[in-house]
């Protein structure tokens, strides 16, 4: 009952900062200054940002492409608009995701018989998420999407880019530019408008019919060089496409000369038979009587 147990400790060793704690501040290397992110962040692995075989350019856009929305442009003409990298550089990074499985591009031809290019980007390469399974960006997310209304409060509506004014909003003008707007469906199925959208984007129309821009020319202005990625909010490409666009006034047109007085033939003067000028035949200057005298 009294045997004293030599191996127990007689108090709580204390750790020692830097060597016992896994937390200790490091002599040399990087020092993070890290805050807790609550919301607007997207969650990416280590084997990614950490990867031995990618470049950082490649790291870099496999980060960017994993933090935008379904449906963004990440083709390489877009991605070159972004960064500062060329066309070619940012091809050979997006080759090398997909040689390491972040990235699946097929080419795939829709109901109107246009080819487009899909892109699947892939946190996990060798991972397929089902339907039911949220993406990883998604998840990432704390704050609820506005993209599930509720009864009582329907979800907030984007405003729209401002679109060039009229000077003379007159409402032939305007009914012609919702005209417009409403062929362009014709042209091209994504740019299917609502009233409200065309509503909003018809002044800029008329801006544009206020320049002596005929409505062809309008229309073809918009819907030429479209992008093969699905339009997300093709009433918002339209305005800002109707905005840097705009073209120039016409030139002021100068006013017309005044017509020349109208040359008369030449006719014989019936008192002295001296040819003059004149619409009709008589006599000439001299000889008329009724002109008054000069003094």
Request: aromatic fraction near 2%.
């Amino acid at each position: 009952m009294d045997t004293e147990n030599p191996s127990a400790p007689l108090r709580a060793q204390s750790r020692i900062a830097g060597k016992n704690h896994s937390h200790g501040q490091p002599h040399s290397g990087v020092v993070h200054d890290n805050a807790r992110h609550t919301e607007n962040f997207t969650v990416i692995g280590n084997d990614l940002i950490q990867h031995q075989e990618l470049s950082g350019l490649a790291i870099g856009l496999a980060c960017y492409i994993q933090s935008v929305r379904a449906g963004t442009a990440v083709d390489i003409k877009t991605l070159a608009d972004r960064f500062p990298e060329g066309r070619t550089r940012i091809a050979a990074a997006l080759r090398e995701l997909e040689t390491h499985g972040y990235l699946r591009r097929t080419h795939e031809r829709t109901s109107t018989g246009r080819v487009v290019t899909r892109t699947v980007s892939c946190n996990r390469p060798g991972h397929r998420a089902t339907r039911s399974e949220p993406s990883g960006r998604g998840s990432a997310r704390r704050t609820p999407t506005p993209d599930k209304p509720t009864p009582d409060k329907p979800p907030p509506r984007k405003r729209l880019p401002a679109v060039p004014q009229p000077s003379h909003p007159h409402p032939a003008l305007l009914r012609t530019a919702v005209d417009v707007l409403a062929g362009l469906r014709r042209r091209d199925p994504r740019l299917l408008l609502s009233a409200a959208d065309a509503e909003h984007l018809a002044p800029g129309v008329a801006a544009w019919l206020e320049r002596d821009v005929a409505p062809t020319a309008v229309r073809h202005a918009l819907t030429e060089n479209l992008p093969n990625e699905p339009l997300i909010r093709p009433a918002a490409f339209l305005a800002h496409r109707l905005a840097a666009q705009l073209p120039p006034p016409p030139p002021v047109r100068p006013p017309a000369p005044p017509a020349p007085e109208p040359r008369h033939p030449f006719q014989t003067c019936e008192g002295c038979n001296r040819a003059f000028r004149a619409p009709a035949p008589g006599r000439c200057r001299d000889c008329r009587t009724d002109l008054p005298e000069a003094t």
